[in-house]
């Protein structure tokens, strides 16, 4: 079957990092997205993996390993804003996104 | 300003009534999708479509439908055949972008209520 596993919840401080893992198994792999998703908003893409290795975008960075089935969004210097759901989703073979439960992090001061 | 937007925002349904729930693009996207999202699960596919006149079932599309008869719009209707039609609807959009793989842009969401 296919299945993607993160965790539930974290917590963190502000202007910490933290790193939200993400491990799948899929029938073929065309690409890794992370999305952001504030509590009753829509998911707003943050990030795209299709090849080995880390991707760059400000204050977020993602991590691919297609040998692993293993990805990381790392957010650093947290803020309070940054309090929401982050959906890591893999489009498989059939080219439809698979979406895993979401990971709902909470920025404390 | 490019964008997908989903009407209405908040939308109650009687028992044995059919709902039907817009979602309109600007974007000039080829694929458009629907989704549902429940608490505690991700999101999961009622329907997609590539391309116009033409549509495939999703992983839940029992009592759902839909069309697809303009680039722009893709309508999903919720059926009294759906009996468990309370939850956030989501349509999204998606095209090839600066090699972005063809990510997915979501609209606003729909929330559905059951009276």
């Known amino acids: 079957g296919q299945n993607i596993d993160q965790p539930t919840e974290m917590t963190a401080t502000e202007g910490a990092i933290v790193q939200i893992n993400c491990t799948y198994q899929t029938s073929g792999f065309n690409g890794l997205f992370w999305y952001q998703q504030h509590a009753g908003e829509a998911p707003t893409f943050l990030s795209y993996n299709v090849l080995d290795g880390l991707e760059e975008k400000g204050r977020f960075s993602s991590f691919l390993s297609r040998s692993k089935g293993y990805s990381y969004l790392l957010l650093k210097e947290l803020q309070m804003k940054d309090s929401a759901s982050y959906l890591c989703?893999?489009?498989?073979?059939?080219?439809?996104?698979?979406f895993g439960t979401g990971t709902r992090l909470q920025v404390f001061p | 300003d490019g964008g997908i937007t989903q009407s209405p925002k908040y939308l109650f349904r009687k028992e044995g009534q059919n709902v039907t729930l817009s979602c309109e693009q600007n974007?000039?996207?080829?694929?458009m999708y629907w989704y549902r999202q429940d608490p505690g699960q991700g999101l999961r596919l009622i329907y997609y479509s590539q391309i116009v006149n033409d549509f495939q079932k999703g992983d839940i599309a029992e009592g759902y439908s839909v069309s697809r008869e303009k680039k722009e719009s893709f309508p999903l209707t919720v059926t009294s055949a759906q009996k468990n039609p309370t939850a956030f609807y989501l349509c999204?959009?998606?095209?090839?972008?600066?090699?972005?793989?063809?990510?997915?842009?979501f609209g606003p969401g729909t929330r559905l209520l059951v009276l």
């Open positions: 999204a959009s998606s095209g090839v972008e600066g090699g972005t793989g063809e990510t997915q842009y």
């Open positions: 974007l000039n996207h080829d694929a």
């Open positions: 989703a893999v489009r498989g073979s059939t080219d439809k996104l698979i």
